[in-house]
C-alpha cells in the first residue's frame, strides 16, 4: 500500500498541494517527447504511465483512501462503491461488506445443491380415518469443490413413516488423482453407519472402471464392490455391476439416448433376491416428453405409464400412473434446478379391473380434454403467441 507513494517520491501522509507538485515535476522528467533514441523513448513512456496511474488515485480523495486501507487490492477488486464515502471507516465497512458478498456469490456458482421431498398420501389410510399423510421423507445434497483437485459432498436424509422414523448423514471426499483417475473416500452415519473408499480409473477410451471397499461400524461386515461401464456405440452404454458381502449381488445394464429418446434395462440376481427393470422415454418435443417403465421380481411387480412437461427453463412437471403389488397411484413431481418435489398418491390397494381403468382414463381424458377445448382455443384466439 506505499508502491505509488514511494513512485512520486511521497510519504503517506503529504498534502494534496505536495502530490501535484511531484506529479508535475516526474510527468517533465519522463514525458515521452523529451527523448529521441527509440530504447530511451519506450522507457520514458512505461515510467511515464506508471507516474500518472499514480497520481490519478492518489489525487481522487476517494480512490486514495480505499488505497490507504486496502492498497491495489481494493482498487482491482471488481467491487464497487456506491455514494461517495468521506470517512475510511465507512469505506472500509462498505468494502468488507461487498467483499463478503461476492465470496458468496462465487460459493454459490461453483457449489452445486441437490434435494428431494417426498410426500405420500393415502387415500384408503383417510377414508379410515387415520389421516390422509401415509409418510414423508427429505434428502439433500452439496457438493463444494475446495481445490482443483479436491471436492466436498455433504448430504443427509429424514424418512417418517406412520410413528417411527429415521435418518443419516454422509460425506464424500473426492480427490483426482489424474485426468484418468480419482478416489473417493466416503462415511455414513445413522441406522447404517459405515466407511468406505471408492476409486475410479478410465482404463481405454470406452471404458471406465471403479472398484470398492466398504466396513459396516453396526456389524463389522465388510462390502467389495466392483463395476465395468463401456461404451457400446455411440449412444448405447453397458455396464457390470457385482458386489460381494452380506447382500452380495451382480446386475448387468444398459442404457441407450438419442435426440428423440432413451431407454435403459437391467437384470440383478442376489443371494436374497432378483428382479428385473426397464423403461422408455420419447421426446414428442422439446417441451414434453412420455414415459413407459416396468419392474419385475421377488420384491417388486409395477407398470408405470406417464408423460411430463418442461413448464421454463429450470422447471419441469411429471404425472405418473402406476399399478404394482403395492395398489394403484398417481405421482406427481416437479424438478428444478436440481430441486425435486414427489407427491405419490395411493388411491387403492385393491386390484378392481374397473377402478384401475377409471383411475387411468379418467385423468387422461380431463387433460385431453383441456388440452384441445382450453389450451388449442388460446392458440386460435392469438395466432401470433410463442408458447
Not at 47 to 52: A, L
Not at 310 to 336: A, C, D, H
Request: proline letters at 3%; aromatic letters at 8%; a neutral charge.
Amino acid at each position: 500500500g506505499r508502491e505509488l507513494y514511494a513512485l512520486l517520491h511521497l510519504s503517506p501522509e503529504s498534502s494534496d498541494e505536495e502530490i501535484r507538485r511531484a506529479y508535475r515535476q516526474f510527468a517533465q522528467i519522463y514525458h515521452p517527447d523529451k527523448y529521441q533514441d527509440a530504447q530511451m523513448k519506450d522507457v520514458a513512456t512505461e515510467n511515464f504511465q506508471r507516474i500518472r496511474d499514480a497520481y490519478e488515485i492518489l489525487s481522487d480523495e476517494n480512490k486514495r483512501q480505499i488505497y490507504d486501507i486496502y492498497g491495489m487490492e481494493g482498487l482491482n477488486s471488481g467491487l464497487e462503491l456506491g455514494p461517495k464515502l468521506n470517512k475510511p471507516e465507512e469505506i472500509k465497512r462498505q468494502l468488507e461488506e461487498l467483499r463478503r458478498r461476492k465470496e458468496e456469490e462465487k460459493l454459490f456458482v461453483h457449489a452445486r445443491s441437490t434435494g428431494s421431498i417426498l410426500a405420500n398420501i393415502s387415500v384408503p389410510q383417510y377414508l379410515d380415518g387415520d389421516g390422509i399423510m401415509g409418510g414423508m421423507g427429505m434428502s439433500s445434497e452439496i457438493e463444494l469443490p475446495v481445490s482443483k483437485q479436491n471436492t466436498v459432498t455433504v448430504g443427509g436424509n429424514l424418512v417418517v413413516d406412520g410413528t417411527t422414523g429415521s435418518g443419516a448423514a454422509t460425506a464424500v471426499l473426492c480427490h483426482q488423482l489424474s485426468s484418468v483417475s480419482s478416489i473417493d473416500f466416503m462415511a455414513t452415519a445413522g441406522l447404517r453407519s459405515l466407511i468406505g473408499v471408492q476409486t475410479f480409473r478410465q482404463i481405454s477410451p470406452n471404458s471406465t472402471a471403479t472398484s470398492g471397499i466398504a466396513l459396516s461400524l453396526r456389524d463389522g461386515s465388510v462390502n467389495l464392490s466392483n463395476g465395468w461401464t463401456r461404451q457400446l456405440s455411440e449412444d448405447t452404454v453397458g455396464n457390470i455391476q457385482l458386489v460381494l458381502g452380506t447382500e452380495s449381488n451382480i446386475s448387468v445394464g444398459w442404457q441407450k439416448k438419442d435426440e428423440k429418446r432413451s431407454a435403459a434395462g437391467e437384470i440383478k440376481f442376489g443371494t436374497n433376491s432378483f428382479g428385473a427393470s426397464a423403461h422408455y422415454t420419447h421426446r414428442f418435443s422439446s417441451k414434453s416428453h412420455g414415459r413407459i417403465a416396468g419392474r419385475v421380481g421377488s420384491t417388486a411387480l409395477d407398470f408405470e405409464i406417464g408423460g411430463g412437461r418442461r413448464i421454463s427453463e429450470f422447471s419441469t412437471v411429471r404425472m405418473l400412473y402406476n399399478i404394482g403389488i403395492q395398489g394403484v397411484t398417481w405421482r406427481f413431481e416437479l424438478n428444478r434446478a436440481g430441486q425435486k418435489l414427489v407427491i405419490p398418491v395411493l388411491l387403492s390397494t385393491d386390484f378392481n379391473a374397473l377402478f384401475v381403468t377409471g383411475a387411468f382414463a379418467i385423468p387422461s381424458t380431463l387433460y385431453f380434454l383441456l388440452q384441445v377445448l382450453i389450451f388449442l382455443t388460446y392458440l386460435h384466439s392469438y395466432p401470433g403467441r410463442n408458447v
